[in-house]
């Protein structure tokens, strides 16, 4: 059986340096109610990667799941960052590390 996680980058935008802790909070308060429904495998932000505040990986039932969640991410409906989403297929033991 297939497995997909969902990977989004979020970007940092032009207004990005005007995010306040109110956002922040925000911010971390979707990301709980999403854990909490178990839709999160990995979040996190980076350092030292210009351009790029962090990432979130989703445990969705498909991209568009995965999609719709990224755009109430409140930096990106809130103007101070956009994302990319990618499709990442799962190679572990439980499948041969997707050897046939």
Not at 29 to 51: H, M, Q, S, T, V
Not at 58 to 70: I, Q, V, W, Y
Request: aromatic share 8%.
């Amino acid at each position: 059986m297939e497995k997909w996680l969902y990977v989004m980058t979020i970007k940092k935008g032009k207004t990005y340096n005007k995010v306040t802790k109110a956002v922040i909070v925000r911010h971390v308060e979707n990301l709980k109610r999403l854990d909490e429904e178990g839709k999160i495998a990995l979040c996190g932000p980076f350092k030292g990667y210009p351009g790029v505040a962090g990432m979130v990986i989703f445990k969705t039932k498909s991209l568009e799941e995965a999609d719709a969640l990224c755009k109430l991410e409140p930096l990106v409906a809130e103007g101070y960052a956009t994302y990319t989403l990618a499709a990442l297929q799962v190679a572990d033991k439980e499948n041969n590390y997707l050897l046939p």
